[in-house]
């Protein structure tokens, strides 16, 4: 597989270094993607990086997944209006082994082959390098001009971008750098990649390696993800969309892909999935000619839930999406743990019931009638369970239907439905 077309067609190119596809057509290479540990979990914002590298190792080429510890401690300024928190070693050391597991899933580590994805962490070249020692080996190799030419510099001198610079801040491109020189001695790494804004701290690397070493090295970079609406890509009126599924549950995972914007699922299918060329135009041909089935979108959030999370979350997910639609089953319903149950029923009206009500047993009339205003009257709420009309927990009832403690759903729960469309989520306390 030819590295720099796998990425071109699937639009995952911004700007690539003459002479890199002809290295990477040469010889096996390594290449490295660097993340800041500045959380304990991977967001999707991070996928386009780590994609990178997986249709590198695919390439047969080498990944390797630079773990920040050092420049997470002080902050690049690329993108950036603001010095970020700095974190502590033990805070950093932790996220980093976070990380490691997550990207178990989506890069091969394990493989005898000699591209196994490999970890690093700054921190450990970087903790013992003393100033002075700093300045006088790399320092003296770039000059202040050439620092100071990059954008992401020129954008916080001339007050473009927030309060200025701090020199912590500026000293971040020596530092990141540093890393490339230090990859590109002790692990023939002749490859930087990362999104579009880092390009100014990559050449910065492979004009390091070049004043130093008189070698060769190159950069290739992505563009930035945006959504077709122009707003941020990743996120959410809650933050983040994570990873990891105790900060973002595998059902909300499976929501955003879903409901992507055509435009955009046309654009995400190819960037995160491992879908061949042929297989995707099939997809975007089919949801074209019947956008309302949603093809693309479905495809895309099944690949990526699945390589992200599980087949079992990814069925779990689904089952929960067509409950709110009206296809799900009572049985369904009951599976559901309490986070995806409250998740999937966010902003359906609540009402709140005492255990003492519901231990003795109530009916549903005066459940839906009397003890909330599901319905305005009790005369109403008769004529529909006389018609079918009223749902408890996804069975239909009647009349002499008495609702207690044994149908709860996670122990505190009932769910109403009346008609089709309407629910109501009853929460015992």
């Known amino acids: ?17 003459p002479g890199t596809e002809e290295l990477l057509n040469k010889e096996m290479i390594s290449a490295y993607v660097g993340i800041d540990p500045t959380a304990d979990s991977l967001h999707i914002g991070h996928l386009v990086g780590v994609m990178m590298l997986k249709h590198l190792q695919r390439s047969g080429h080498k990944p390797i997944v630079l773990v920040g510890g050092a420049t997470g401690m ?29 990207l178990r899933k989506l890069l091969d580590f394990d493989t005898d082959a000699p591209n196994r994805a490999e970890m690093v962490n700054n921190y450990d070249w970087m903790k013992d390098f003393s100033f002075l020692s700093f300045i006088r080996d790399v320092g003296k190799h770039i000059t202040v001009n050439y620092m100071m030419a990059k954008d992401s510099v020129k954008k916080r001198l001339t007050g473009e971008a927030g309060e200025g610079m701090s020199f912590t801040e500026f000293t971040y491109q020596l530092v990141q750098g540093y890393d490339f020189l230090h990859l590109y001695q002790h692990n023939n790494c002749k490859l930087q990649m990362g999104g579009s804004d880092q ?17 060769e090295a190159f950069a290739l ?25 105790a900060r973002t549950s595998p059902y909300r995972f499976y929501q955003f892909w879903l409901n992507t914007s055509d435009a955009d699922a046309e654009k995400y299918i190819r960037i995160f999935t491992l879908y061949g060329k042929e297989e995707i135009d099939a997809m975007i041909a089919e949801h074209q000619a019947a956008p309302h089935l949603r093809i693309l979108q479905k495809a895309l959030a099944k690949d990526i839930t699945i390589r992200i999370h599980s087949e079992a979350d990814y069925v ?40 003492a009500d519901l231990s003795a047993g109530i009916g549903i ?41 044994s149908q709860l759903l996670s122990g505190k729960y009932l769910l109403v439905q009346k008609g089709k469309k309407n629910y109501y989520l009853l929460i015992v306390k």
Request: glycine share 10%; net charge negative; hydrophobic share 35%.
């Open 316 to 355: 779990s997910a689904v089952e929960a999406s067509e409950i709110l639609f009206g296809k799900g089953t009572a049985e369904a319903l009951h599976r559901l743990d309490e986070e995806t149950l409250i998740s999937v029923f966010e902003g359906v009206p609540q009402y709140e019931i005492s255990t």
């Open 1 to 17: 597989m030819n590295f720099v077309e796998e990425l071109q067609w699937r639009g995952m190119i911004h700007t690539v270094m």
């Open 221 to 245: 970079t992505c563009p930035l993800i945006t959504k077709a609406d122009g707003g941020k890509f990743g996120k959410t009126e809650t933050g983040n969309v994570w990873l990891d599924p």
């Open 74 to 102: 002080i902050g690049d300024p690329s993108g950036k209006s603001e010095e970020r928190n700095l974190l502590d070693e033990e805070t950093l050391r932790h996220n980093q082994d976070c990380l490691k597991k997550q």
């Open 199 to 215: 390009w100014g701290n990559i050449t910065t690397g492979t004009e390091l390696i070049r004043r130093k070493t008189g070698g």
């Open 365 to 405: 009339v005066d459940l839906v009638a009397d003890k909330t205003t599901i319905f305005p009257s009790k005369g109403e709420a008769r004529r529909m369970l006389k018609d079918g009309g009223v749902q408890v927990n996804k069975t239909k009832v009647g009349e002499e239907f008495i609702a207690d403690a």
